[in-house]
């Protein structure tokens, strides 16, 4: 076990650094805790495997606390260094180029991407002309990146846009139909997929919850498939023939969604639904291609149509794709779990929104 108390200006108490998954043998249960900053969201993971780069998204807006926390997979999760800068906006999500040479925040609450070296852990540039970027993904070529646009408080966010990495800017936008949430992209690079959920502000009826088809090749809408129930995330198969979408429901809680839907990329159709947890919010696939996780957030909040459910206790679902089943264990982790990754070498880390901390996970495969 591995101790490190560390001091929160803001909220002035000690916090407890648990880290011990590099031991850990027990598939499928936490095996570790890590104490991260303030609402911790999208984990990036360095290429080589060695780092994960946690977001901290401070959604409450506390003076200083935007930052990224560097920890060290290497060293039973050790803090190697807190990052902070004055582009930071709610940073929700880290994600690198494959050659590890560059690493991506994107700012949610503001109006601009700031990149990062990650060897020397600063800050090299600012690509700016955003509206509310929340999620990016990267081509193989590490040329162009695609950046989803949640929107701010002046600009809707119902836009995917084409990012020049080699310049640093905005070659194009694409329109959705509605606020993109999360997105991916295939393994060669020809295709990125965007979900995009309805607003519980929007006037739109619920069936307009999509998946958008954007073929890279000349940045179009190739198609679009609909039934969802607010789709938060997405994760490809390995074969890249299915992608599995996480229905969150409505972000004010009518409805509340609990199943992730499969669709055949090749038909463009949902073939199936797999019943999770409660508002499952992230998935993602393990390496080995044979099982997906996912984090049900259950951030309920005393709702009285769920008696008995305590509200922020966060669990995550096993999915067996050969057969599309829901496995044991179900794994309790923390509040509020909004983002689950998964290493190379087999561990989860999931993003507990409400409780500041990473759950860390050994998962099968």
Sequence with gaps: MITQVKTNRLLAFSLLLVATFAQAQTRDTVASLINAGLNPAGIGISPNGRFAYIPNQNVNGFEGQDSISVINLDDNGA???????????????????????????????????????????????????????????????????????????????????????????????????????????????????????????????????????????????????????GPSDIALSANGQFAYVTNMGSDDLDPIGSTVSVVNLNTRMIVDTINVGIQPSSIAITPNGRYAYVTNMNDLSGNPDFPGVVPGQSTVSIIRLSDNKVISPTIPVGQGASDITITRDGYALVSNDLSNTVSVIRVRG
């Design 79 to 229: 803090l190697v260094k807190t990052i902070t800068d004055s582009t930071f906006n709610e940073p929700s999500s880290v994600v690198f180029n494959s050659t590890g040479t560059k690493a991506y925040v994107t700012n949610e609450n503001g109006t601009s991407i700031t990149v990062l070296n990650p060897a020397t852990n600063q800050i090299t540039a600012s690509i700016t002309g955003f509206q509310g970027p929340s999620r990016m993904v990267i081509a193989p070529n590490n040329r162009i990146g695609y950046v989803i646009n949640s929107g701010t408080d002046t600009a809707p966010g119902n836009t995917l846009d084409v990012v020049d990495l080699i310049n640093n800017t905005i070659t194009q936008s694409i329109t959705l139909p509605q606020t993109p949430t999360n997105l991916a992209i295939s393994r060669t690079g020809a295709f990125v997929y965007v979900v995009n959920s309805v607003p519980s502000s929007s006037t739109s009826p619920s069936d307009m919850d999509s998946l958008s088809i954007i073929r890279t090749s000349d940045n179009t809408v190739a198609g679009t498939v609909t039934g969802f129930s």
